[in-house]
């Protein structure tokens, strides 16, 4: 692949790239496509039907707990705060009726089922006392047949949560990751992004987790905050530096529809990406010069450190959107080859308790047909594949592709490819595509470029709740 790129007619439907992308923070690209681009079927696939042509020994499982102890004011996740405990329960117990239906299902093959990665996310999965996180495990092992001591298994979880029972809990049920949401040490920033926390809960949660000795600690920080300046980005990335811990990750600020921050942030777009830019390349040169690797835009993991892994040998430390894996609990994905399926998604509040509630209500055999989903076909797949490797380090190999889909990566997306050569986003070597350290930068600008249609409309016709 050269810097000029033919443009043959394409093997499917291919949207011309915008001619210059408005931020460099358009669409956060963890999984493709996003929940916005799913709709209710009215008579969904069976659950069996839709597994009866997976492969089963090299399953994820993914729980999402929809609940945490305050509501930060970026965030656009699902979840509810401050549940009491009859809800939680009245969850776990309809968590347990999915999972359920959902193990007869895959069983229905007739073929072993394993599951060698697993993750608990939200939310805020340490929400859940030591009993119900004991409970929740019970349930993916008793019920789901995983075994969670060999298992990579990642679980998320807070400064204000991260006591030392739940954690007692997940060391001894064999947890590989933990990943704390710390976002500033600075107790003005955290207040600033409306999360209320004090830097001793901080420090003394990351005792608690470093003691543990879990193998893989990841800190997470925010930049772009109100008033955040390189100084006081340097507090907090050497806070978290002097934790030694396997992994940072850097998140820009993102402010959406019905968060907290959504009337508050007072700068314009083109100062506020000035902003997050210039902090991006701060923390991204602090911390390659404190020895750690840049693995994706956000992903900073200290050399030498072993990466949770999924049964290819991939990393999972960002979101790894794989056919196969199976989600339970309200708000969790689950990805076949042929379908994406979840529940309903809101962001506001009443909607949120609303789903809750009906997901609590709902009848047993109700689970077992897809709801809301997102059918994929050879294209969408395409899509999807590039931006896994794309958007990674390890980047996209053009021969890989074209034996995994037989077409030519440059047939498929060539105006893409363009843009980016032309911007010198993309650079190629030894047959791999690979974003320039730019490109990386822009890595939330580059990410939408690859959106289908459907996707684009889809997603501009949902309307926030």
């Not at 069996?48 to 004011?73: K, Q």
């Not at 055999?365 to 999807?384: H, L, P, S, T, V």
Request: net charge negative; proline share 5%; glycine share 6%.
């Amino acid at each position: 692949m050269t810097h000029t790129v033919a443009l043959p007619t394409p093997s499917f439907p291919v949207p011309a790239p915008a001619n210059e992308p408005e931020t460099p923070y358009e669409q956060y690209v963890y999984a493709y496509p996003h929940q916005k681009a799913y709709r209710l079927l009215d008579d969904g696939p069976l659950l069996s039907d839709l597994w009866s042509t997976e492969r089963l020994d090299a399953l994820s499982l993914y729980a999402h707990i929809p609940f945490c102890e305050m509501r930060c004011g970026f965030c656009n996740l699902f979840t509810r705060t401050g549940a009491p405990e009859d809800v939680t329960r009245e969850f776990l117990r309809t968590l347990e009726r999915q999972a359920r239906v959902t193990r007869r299902a895959l069983e229905a093959k007739g073929e072993p089922i394993r599951f060698p990665l697993a993750a608990f996310g939200g939310g805020t999965p340490t929400y859940l006392t030591a009993a119900e996180l004991t409970r929740l495990c019970d349930i993916c092992e008793d019920v789901m047949g995983a075994d969670l001591h060999a298992a990579s298994w990642s679980v998320e979880t807070s400064p204000a949560t991260a006591t030392a029972d739940r954690i007692a809990v997940l060391a001894e049920r064999g947890a590989t990751r933990l990943s704390i949401g710390v976002q500033s040490f600075i107790d003005e920033e955290a207040r600033a992004a409306v999360r209320p926390q004090k830097r001793q809960e901080v420090e003394d949660s990351l005792a608690r987790l470093k003691e543990a000795k879990f193998p893989i600690l990841n800190i997470d920080l925010i930049y772009g905050i109100d008033g955040q300046t390189e100084r006081t980005f340097k507090v907090s990335l050497d806070a978290a530096l002097a934790w030694e811990p396997e992994e940072i990750y850097l998140y820009p600020l993102y402010v959406r529809p019905l968060t907290g921050l959504s009337t508050r942030h007072a700068a314009t777009l083109q100062d506020w990406n000035e902003q997050r830019l210039r902090l991006y390349r701060y923390g991204r040169d602090h911390l390659l010069s404190a020895g750690y690797e840049q693995t994706s835009m956000r992903v900073f993991r200290r050399t030498g450190t072993a990466a949770v892994e999924d049964a290819d040998g991939s990393s999972i430390s960002e979101y790894n959107q794989q056919a196969g894996m199976v989600g339970l609990g309200v708000g969790a994905r689950s990805f076949t080859t042929e379908l994406h399926y979840t529940t309903d998604y809101a962001v506001a509040v009443p909607e949120v308790r609303r789903i809750i509630d009906d997901y609590i209500a709902t009848p047993t055999e109700r689970f077992e047909r897809a709801q809301w989903a997102f059918r994929m076909d050879g294209g969408e797949r395409r899509r999807m594949y590039v931006l896994q490797h794309l958007l990674e380090s390890t980047g996209l190999r053009t021969a890989d592709y074209e034996q995994r889909f037989a077409t030519r990566f440059e047939d498929d997306f060539g105006p893409q490819a363009q843009a980016l050569l032309d911007r010198n986003w993309l650079r190629e070597a030894d047959g791999k595509l690979g974003l320039t350290l730019e490109g990386m930068a822009w890595a939330d600008a580059i990410g939408p470029m690859f959106f289908s249609s459907r996707v684009r409309e889809n997603m501009t016709a949902y309307q926030d709740r």
